[in-house]
């Protein structure tokens, strides 16, 4: 963790020993400020997309983000480094370069819609809808893959790969939707968006949790938040401990149609 201008001078230093890495700011949104580097060349950076960043200009991205350019508000801000993730083999074919992850929105304690974010060359590798990644509907019962966003289209291929994302089977799902629902009694938090990436070594990892997710998921889903949210609260009294909630998950939110195969 960076947190003050000072602290920058020793970076050489800190990432030394780390060939791939994330700088991302602590309280960031919706991917702004994120750099991912995935190797070196010389005494350089290589960014995911394949462009190289000298010393300085890591250091003045560390700056900016201390100076609350990408935070919430413009408050200043920290540099968090962090763990590169080798992303799950199953998501090879289905994304460009970064790591996808999967985001689970959880209400009162309930998994109540998903969606996989996938990158795309346009998202310059990161995993975030506005940036231009597909985002991807996941069925809550099986875990499989619905049709897909990507900007202002309903795609079923990735543009970059050609390969399709509807019918793929998310790994570890039952684990997956057990980990988000979790995070309601760690967090507190009533409505929430759970970020899960899958570590081809360790296995699911949460990424980050969001007090304010977007909406867009209900576009990835094709299908509205709000009577999933409703029916949560109907019958709050009835999905109490965890089990509960995730067979009222599993139950309640299944795909009702096969996704579909034709794109705009």
Known sequence: MVEIEYQIHALPRLLQPHSDFVVKPAHGSGGEGIVVIAGRRKEQYRKVSGVLMKQEELDHHVSNVLSGMYSLGG??????????????????????????????????????????????????????????????????????????????????EHPDTGNPVTGVTVPYWDKLLRLAARC??????????????????????????NARPGLNIQIANREGLLPRLRLVEKDRASVKDLNERIAFARRHFAAKTAPSLSST
């Open 75 to 156: 408050h200043p801000d920290k540099a968090m480094i962090e763990y590169r993730v080798q992303f799950d083999p199953v998501f090879g074919e289905i994304s460009y370069q970064g790591v996808p992850d999967v985001r689970i929105i959880v209400f009162l304690g309930v998994p109540v819609m998903s969606m996989t974010r996938l990158p795309t060359r346009k998202s310059d590798g990161k995993a975030n809808l506005h940036l231009g990644a597909i985002g991807a509907g996941i069925d809550m019962a099986t875990g499989k893959t619905l049709t897909a966003v990507w900007g202002n289209e309903i795609v079923t």
């Open 184 to 209: 309601y009694e760690l967090t507190g938090l009533g409505y929430q968006g759970v970020d899960i990436v899958l570590d081809k070594d360790k296995g699911p990892l949460v990424l980050e949790l």
